[in-house]
């Protein structure tokens, strides 16, 4: 298996990707809609801006990442799990994409992720930090399609701040 170097990662390309595809989603990937009060296509867009950035896909692993025609990993498109895969990627040093959670935005630049947790403490929503206005994260996202728009949710109870490598 061909292991990707951190060099070949490029946080500029997963922005580029993000703005391009922030309010227009990408044909090539399956737009997931929201259904009754779950799903959302937020955690499919963030893991395809990780996938132009460079990101590998990981088949054949006990912590999958992947997307073809025929479906997606869980980790692909739902926020805790995509979290919880590039935590855990991040600890285990694991091949593919990882990321490590950090407490202070100055530590993030474009290219990083946030998830966000609701009232009952799930993850429910990821968006990609696109954009400084100053030291102050913007963000772009799905569901609902948005491009460079402040990083905080008033629904959201707290924010995991994960800084993305290879």
């Not at 474009?110 to 929503?125: C, L, P, Q, S």
Request: proline share 5%; hydrophobic share 40%.
């Amino acid at each position: 298996m061909n292991h990707i170097t951190s060099s070949s990662y490029s946080k500029v390309k997963a922005v580029k990707y993000a703005k391009n595809y922030a309010k227009i989603p990408n044909p090539a990937f399956k737009y997931i809609p929201v259904y009754d009060d779950n799903g959302g296509d937020c955690t499919n867009f963030t893991s395809q801006c990780l996938l132009a950035g460079g990101a590998p896909m990981v088949f054949l692993d006990k912590n999958p990442w992947w997307y073809n025609n025929k479906g997606w990993s869980i980790s692909w498109a739902v926020a805790g799990a995509l979290y919880w895969h590039l935590k855990t990627n991040g600890i285990n040093n694991l091949y593919g994409v990882k990321a490590s959670e950090v407490s202070s935005l100055a530590l993030l630049e474009a290219g990083d992720i946030i998830f966000y947790e609701n009232i009952n403490g799930k993850i429910a929503h990821s968006a990609t930090i696109t954009s400084f206005y100053y030291s102050y994260p913007l963000v772009s996202q799905h569901t609902p399609n948005m491009l460079n728009i402040p990083y905080e949710k008033e629904w959201a109870t707290k924010m995991h701040f994960m800084r993305i490598s290879l």
